[in-house]
């Protein structure tokens, strides 16, 4: 880790942490999950892009955006369901930590920092994920996605997240690994730093106001106008 981005890092007194792709190795678990499940409904195997683009969304829209888009006669329901019971029986118990971000976690812990985890995920998967890893003690707060009407890249889960904390926005530095999550942090409008496959993706704290992955942000927005 750059001792720059360290020093940087460190001034901040509350930390807000995304769980899959950022802290544990489950995002491509989750792959594996969908394509499991979308061959059951009658569809073809995602494309791998498709797959890094879905990162951080709700799992009823992903559901959605699947049947428009291969013309799935399928409930979104039942395929959310199924994904699920999928994920959380047969690929979830093989996920593991990043060990970098881990570090960096018990190391803010240690110095006494405020730390919450803002996940899309439900309860019953961050509970048995963050206690599989042994993270759960490290751990002030735990914000998931049945807790907030609105998902990602809305900003509700990163200010519920803060308020968790009862630490003010502004104050909140958060680690995402999507561009989904990254567009939420600035819509939450906190800093954040992009992590990607357990190594960071940025050299510097990424502001709250600052223009970030303009091309990739277009794409998102282009695919998915109604959640921006």
């Not at 042994?134 to 990163?158: C, R």
């Amino acid at each position: 880790m750059h001792d720059k981005l360290l020093e940087q890092i460190q001034k901040y007194p509350a930390f807000i942490f995304d769980m899959d792709g950022t802290i544990i190795n489950s995002e491509i678990w989750h792959h594996v999950a969908w394509n499991h499940m979308v061959k059951l409904f009658g569809g073809p195997e995602l494309p791998h892009e498709l797959l890094l683009e879905y990162g951080g969304l709700p799992t009823a829209t992903i559901c959605q955006d699947l049947i428009n888009r291969y013309n799935l006669n399928a409930d979104p329901e039942e395929m959310a369901k199924t994904k699920t019971e999928l994920f959380i029986n047969e690929y979830m118990p093989k996920a593991e930590p990043f060990w970098k971000i881990e570090n960096i976690l018990k190391y803010l812990y240690a110095q006494g920092k405020r730390i919450a985890i803002a996940t899309s995920s439900h309860q019953r998967e961050a509970r048995y994920l963050l206690g599989k890893v042994g993270l759960m003690p490290y751990i002030h707060s735990l914000v998931t996605g049945d807790m907030v009407q609105k998902g990602k890249p809305n900003p509700d889960i990163y200010l519920l997240a803060a308020k968790s904390l009862g630490a003010d926005p502004f104050d909140c530095l958060v680690f995402e690994d999507t561009v989904v999550g990254m567009i939420g942090i600035k819509n939450a409008k906190m800093d954040g730093v992009k992590v990607f496959d357990g190594e960071f993706d940025c050299d510097h704290i990424i502001k709250a106001d600052e223009a970030w992955e303009a091309r990739d942000t277009l794409k998102f927005a282009e695919n998915y106008p109604l959640l921006i």
